[in-house]
């Protein structure tokens, strides 16, 4: 048997995850010799009596050669702890995975990643800064690191794909499960280019519990987390601390005061997290020179086109804090239905905001 052979055995076990593993590795010296040498003795203070005895009773050979023939069927990569392509940024925290399935590029996870979390119940203007954030992210170089659930995940991940950036995708279950369903579609897509990713053996469910560890590996990979509309305790923060702990850069977006979703954003930056109001804001926190202000349009001061007529008494009443299309039509003296037509049309445009239940704001200034 090899040493990556012993080692897969060892975390065949249930209730030996990495950090027994490698109190294991450390007490024994290898994978291989704690199958060799093991004893109920040398056991007691290092693991519980029923990963003890599972590790007396021999390595599952049988169960070895199915999980080794899944992989090559599915065409599943393995990266061991000690393999020369394991991304040194994660094996530095105080709990690397001692093992990682992935599908699609390796060599991503030693590139230069920045992670962004947030909200499964996203909101429009989470979505829109999301999107906007990754995608001048992706065109300054970095890869997208994310967790690929739904709301804010999916848009971060999307939107690097869709800027041909890279992104890596961290599951909280085995690779060939497919969860969530609505983004196994979008798994794909990130394999492509970028990496899917888990420290989950393949078949295993996604269940609460799994992620905190899924986590740990979001932020592990990255440079530093922004995190984009959250609770107060959601698992968007969890990823946050355990960036902190493990000496990562936090960043947070700010949102309305009102909403529940920018909770846990606004105690972030309490806290002393980077507050982010554009891609340049991240670059600049965590030290970076590559950025370059064309790479982002939304960035720049831009003056809003002249337009005249009804369109024009709008774009007038417009401001950067969101109206109800009803107060809009009271300002310009216009039906509530032809105002709902031009914003629209200025919506389409990409010069005001829909931020749902009626309300809109300028996206552009004069200045």
């Known amino acids: 048997m090899s040493e990556k052979d012993a080692t897969l055995s060892l975390l065949m076990i249930k209730g030996l995850g990495s950090k027994r593993f490698f109190r294991l590795k450390e007490a024994f010296g290898s994978a291989l010799d704690v199958w060799r040498h093991a004893s109920k003795k040398g056991l007691k203070d290092l693991v519980p009596d029923?990963?003890?005895n599972a590790i007396l009773k021999g390595p599952d050979e049988k169960g070895l050669k199915r999980l080794k023939e899944t992989c090559k069927r599915k065409g599943f990569w393995l990266l061991f702890y000690n393999d020369p392509d394991y991304p040194p940024s994660l094996r530095h925290i105080h709990d690397p995975p001692a093992v990682l399935f992935g599908a699609g590029n390796r060599k991503v996870l030693s590139s230069r990643c920045v992670a962004i979390v947030g909200s499964?119940?996203?909101?429009?203007?989470?979505?829109?800064?999301?999107?906007?954030?990754?995608?001048?992210?992706s065109e300054a170089g970095l890869t997208i690191v994310s967790g690929l659930a739904l709301g804010i995940d999916a848009c971060a991940h999307r939107a690097a794909v869709d800027?041909?950036?890279?992104?890596?995708?961290?599951?909280?279950?085995?690779?060939?499960?497919?969860?969530?369903?609505?983004?196994?579609?979008?798994?794909?897509?990130?394999?492509?280019?970028?990496?899917?990713i888990s420290e989950f053996f393949p078949e295993v469910v996604a269940e609460p519990g799994n992620f905190p560890a899924r986590n740990r590996i979001i932020s592990g990979l990255s440079l530093g987390v922004v995190v984009v509309e959250a609770g107060v305790k959601s698992g968007s923060l969890i990823t946050a601390y355990l960036a902190l702990d493990q000496g990562r850069e936090v960043m947070a977006v700010p949102g309305s005061v009102f909403s529940y979703g920018s909770k846990g954003c606004h105690k972030l930056i309490k806290e002393g997290a980077g507050l982010v109001e554009s891609a340049k804001d991240v670059l600049?926190?965590?030290?970076?020179?590559?950025?370059?202000?064309?790479?982002?349009?939304?960035?720049?001061?831009?003056?809003?086109?002249?337009?005249?007529?009804?369109?024009?008494?709008?774009?007038?009443?417009?401001?950067?804090?969101?109206?109800?299309?009803?107060?809009?039509?009271?300002?310009?003296?216009?039906?509530?239905?032809?105002?709902?037509?031009?914003?629209?049309?200025?919506e389409l445009k990409d010069l005001v905001t829909c931020w749902g239940s009626g309300m809109y704001s300028l996206i552009k200034s004069n200045e």
């Open 50 to 52: 029923s990963v003890a």
């Open 120 to 137: 499964r119940k996203s909101s429009t203007y989470g979505q829109r800064i999301c999107a906007s954030i990754a995608k001048s992210l």
């Open 163 to 196: 800027s041909g950036g890279l992104t890596i995708a961290v599951k909280g279950c085995g690779l060939d499960v497919k969860y969530p369903m609505r983004n196994a579609f979008l798994a794909e897509k990130i394999a492509e280019n970028g990496a899917v």
């Open 284 to 346: 600049e926190t965590l030290g970076l020179d590559q950025w370059d202000a064309n790479t982002n349009s939304r960035d720049k001061a831009q003056k809003m086109p002249v337009i005249s007529g009804e369109t024009g008494k709008v774009i007038d009443k417009l401001g950067a804090d969101p109206q109800h299309i009803d107060e809009i039509a009271v300002k310009c003296s216009m039906p509530a239905s032809k105002v709902a037509s031009i914003l629209t049309e200025l």
